[in-house]
């Protein structure tokens, strides 16, 4: 796979296709898992570290059918690249700010991916547009099948599968729903939603996962209890949610219409005539403005305007991809200017309202 080919594209998960993707861009399920007989890879040598990259990638190209995944040297790529992966969500970041012998197994759609010797010596995760985690379930469990005829796993009958993190320890499972809550940011109600999901249990992370920001006002709904239940309970309890949430923020989008939606059309107005026409704009800036139109297409108070092309914005104006795109190393101000110009040209044509 050459990242090259990637940089004017967005993987199917962005293209807002998916169930109930006026307000879920993505359900992300993940298994970690580590090989039998090894030590977790904080406690291995360089030595060891690259046979298990080498074990786990010749089974994985060795699978008798699957989604054509194709393998990148996270080792030898460059910081670049690598930020670049992290911003299309098929590495982590630490995966990416790792050490030694690690890569990654990626699909054409990039829907798969699968981390070598990230925190642990196996990521899988499947990614799907919208609402849609029994789709993405019965996906990566069948390949977790598949690959586990070949692989012995670490394994405790007591504990279940044995992770390097005590967190995952059981199923190795984490389910997550992204989720776009500009209504419950704008009415000050999404602590409220914070609050609740700390009560069952569940966590509430930014864009990139733990320790990342909420920006754009995306939110990451997922599970953090692994022992002890099963995939399926796991999966229900994360379901269980999702659906209020989904209903308060609709909620919440229609009381802000009712009450003012002159004000509330003016702002999207303007967060796309500062996004049209800016001569230099901060990631952070855009994120907020792009949080802005996305609601806006909801609600219709902008037409000619596609939902897939807002969610591919959000990917593209980040800095990886516009340097990627640019072919050259930026420093933040020279990106502020770059990001202007390419969103200008991304929104040459005003949408009807």
Known sequence: MDLDDLKGTSGEWLRGTGPESDIVISSRIRLAR???????????????????????????????????????????????????????QLVSREHSEGTGARGACISPKETVSLMINEEDHLRMQVLRSGYALDHAWSELNELDDRLEERVSFAFSDEFGYLTACPTNVGTGMRVSVMLHLPALVLTKEIQKVFQAMHKMNLAVRGLYGEGSQALGDFYQISNQVTLGRSEEQIIQNVKRVIPDILAYERRARIALVNADRQRLHDQVARAYGVLSSARQISSEETMEKLSSLRMGITLGLLDNLEMSTVNELFMHIQPAHLQKNRGELLESSERNVVRAAYLRSRLADPPQN
Do not use: C
């Open 34 to 88: 580590n090989v039998a007989d090894f030590p977790f890879p904080t406690r291995t040598e360089e030595a060891t570290q690259r046979e298990i990259e080498h074990l786990l990638k010749d089974h994985i190209e060795r699978l008798d059918s699957g989604p054509g995944l194709s393998y990148i040297n996270i080792e030898d790529a460059s910081p670049l690249d690598r930020t670049f992966l992290v911003e299309r």
